[in-house]
């Protein structure tokens, strides 16, 4: 038996042990990041322990490539081992949640040892239909990463970030929408923040110590998935804080900003 589950795979063909490694190795470093380096609140998990342990798809705003997904399944974990509003001790790290997955670009996820590494955590790697290597493109949608969330939807839950991209208040991408119609899951949605000020925009650096970083998970959404994508996505947007009502008025500021940091990453990788 010791052997058989030795061997089991998760959805996407991952040994569960190897992913258990994973979280382990990187589930100490994003402890230490959240917890002891900078001051880190949650909020909502109640709305967690009630879902089922399938199809369920967590949407999210997001803010970094890495620490955003690092600290959503810290909670988890911690949530899991009977933990609320915060998280736990390293010992959460052995009993983490296997049947979890997040979405995430290709290109990012193959850029360097780490990235690669972490997408034996549950990465499902999909091609960006609308960008490419730092350029707008237009392509469209692969039927077998649509296929991938589904599969790991009906396996266990999995994280998304429907804007696609990190630039803050960016309009969301009607593919979480399609998703959303064609399978039917839960949604619950998170709102981040305070990560674009303790790291950098790969999530990877430490920019600043001591920041209020804050998760807070809402009740799972009413969806009417007879509704059409564009209804879905604007309510998914305003679940998590991206919509037009919560522009800042420094909004053009902020993703100027955000263009060249950007730039220069794509600078670096290509």
């Known amino acids: 038996m010791t052997s058989f589950k030795l061997f089991k795979r998760d959805a996407l063909g991952i040994f569960i042990f190897s992913k258990r490694m994973v979280f382990i190795l990187f589930g100490l470093i994003a402890h230490y990041r959240f917890k002891i380096l900078n001051n880190t609140t949650i909020t909502g998990s109640e709305h967690v322990r009630k879902l089922p342990k399938r199809q369920v798809l967590i949407v999210s705003n997001h803010q970094t490539y890495f620490a955003d997904v690092s600290l ?70 692969d039927p ?25 208040y960016a309009p969301g991408r009607k593919g979480t929408a399609h998703i959303i119609k064609q399978y039917k899951p839960i949604v619950l949605p998170i709102v981040i923040d305070g990560f674009r000020r303790a790291f950098d925009k790969k999530g ?17 959404l009413n969806i009417n998935y007879d509704d059409t994508p564009e209804a879905i996505l604007q309510q998914i947007m305003q679940a998590i804080e991206q919509s037009e009502e919560f522009y800042p008025p420094n909004l053009k500021e902020m993703q100027e900003q955000d263009d060249r940091v950007v730039e220069n990453i794509n600078k670096m990788i290509y």
């Open 72 to 141: 959503i399944l810290l909670t988890f974990f911690s949530i899991k081992n009977g933990l609320k509003d915060k998280i736990g001790s390293l010992f959460t790290l052995l009993n983490p949640q296997v049947r979890i997955y997040f979405v995430a670009a290709m290109e990012t996820m193959k850029a360097g040892i780490l990235p690669k590494l972490f997408a034996y955590a549950g990465g499902i790697l999909i091609k960006r239909t609308w960008r490419e290597k730092g350029q707008d493109i237009k392509r469209e949608v």
């Open 144 to 168: 077998n990463d649509t296929k991938q969330i589904g599969d790991a939807l009906r396996d266990g839950w999995v994280i998304t970030f429907p804007q696609g991209t990190t630039r803050p």
């Open 204 to 220: 990877i650096l430490i920019k600043k110590k001591g920041v209020q970083i804050s998760l807070r998970v809402k009740p799972p």
